[in-house]
């Protein structure tokens, strides 16, 4: 491993955010609040209320997005702020005296949000669960926020929709249905939730799609297991299509993983046969462009090494795509692990690669030490244009995309950049594919 490197960790040994170091010393107050995020997650599904255990502090903090007290359907947005007494010997009373009053006020469903200092302290919230959800109306879920084992906004978002399955109810499934998983921190609720081909294509067939995405409610969440099928296509629903499969026996496709042409094939199959549709014909111009493209990076891509950088959609199973070509990662930057990071890193050790991984943070002195590395491009975001450096950008395009419309976008995208140095155009993956 290169000296500058030698700090890191390998892949392979990565288990928890506490493991990825920084790439070079800096001083730096730390990742996104996830607490925010759950925040903001809660404040976007109508009919959930949230009651967020906290010191002064986070309170503040958290009012700088969720101002309101009240949501515009009657959602209650209440913080209980811990005094010093119970900061020593806990808030169970307190919050259980809270989670009545929120009860009584109508509530529909309550989200907890944990913080820092109750985490600290090792506050019991399952228990506090088992012991109020029969006396409440209700529906009560928690989720712990804080940041100090949890680095990134992106953790927030996994852990707190996977916390929502505690909102839903058992149901009776309906077949021919399905659920398509979306979530993504810091969505601007005026931004347009832009899904993969597929959700489309069910559509078309008359196959009833519920999103569980940005601007999903309460009922979608109480009504979700009703479905035959839970489409994954953002890394952040992974966890919750995992409970939901433990808990209501619902299957799902992990799209968000498959990459190759072989992977996305073996996902359709499955959908078709579960659905009890045919999508043979439906993506045909876009299968052929990838296999098309995959046959060129086999020669293209072997032998040369890449850096990930930061706003890269998935680094890990997207590493593990591109060494299937013999493309090596040899630095790769993690806000935070995910679960199916554990098991890809796996398979990429098995085909002999083991790149160490970082957090980039001092994107000016960083940037200058993957320079000193030599890769034959980078993916991800650059501060500023380097000469000669080729940095194929924008890879969150990529982010909730999924199918061979995605594989198609992300092997244009490298091949533009070692041809030309340059992005290419943006991929619109509703109109025709690419000849």
Known sequence: MDAALSHLKKLSTVKAGKNIKFLTPAVYSGGWCPMRVACNL?????????????????????????????????ELRWLYVLDANEVIFGCRKGVCEALREM????????LMIATCVTDLIGEDFEGIIAE????????????????????????????????????????????????????EPWRAKTAPVELPLIVHALEKRGIPVRHLTAGATLNDYMNAPDAELNLVVSSYTQPLAKRMEEQFGMPYAGLHMAYSVADIDAEYARIEEILGIDLKEEFAPWRKKAIELEEKAKTVLKGLRYASLTEVDMPVPLALYLASFGCEAMLIHLADIHPEDIQCAKKLKALGFDPPVCRIMHHDHDIEIIRSLAPDFCLGYIKNPVEGFRVAENMNDFFGITGYERTVGILQRIFNVLETGKNGERLDIYGSAPI
């Open 132 to 183: 109020m959800q029969p006396q409440l109306k209700a529906r009560l879920s928690y989720v712990t926020m804080g940041q100090f084992k949890n680095f990134s906004s992106g953790i927030g978002t996994w852990k707190t929709g996977e916390a929502f399955e505690r909102f839903m109810e058992p149901r009776e499934v309906k077949k021919g249905t399905c659920n398509v998983l979306f979530l």
């Open 103 to 110: 009860d009584a006020a109508g509530a529909k469903a309550i």
């Open 42 to 74: 809660a404040e976007d599904t109508m009919g959930v209320s949230s009651l967020m255990v906290c010191m002064p502090e986070c309170a503040t903090h958290s009012r700088g997005s969720t101002s309101n007290p009240e949501g515009p359907n009657g």
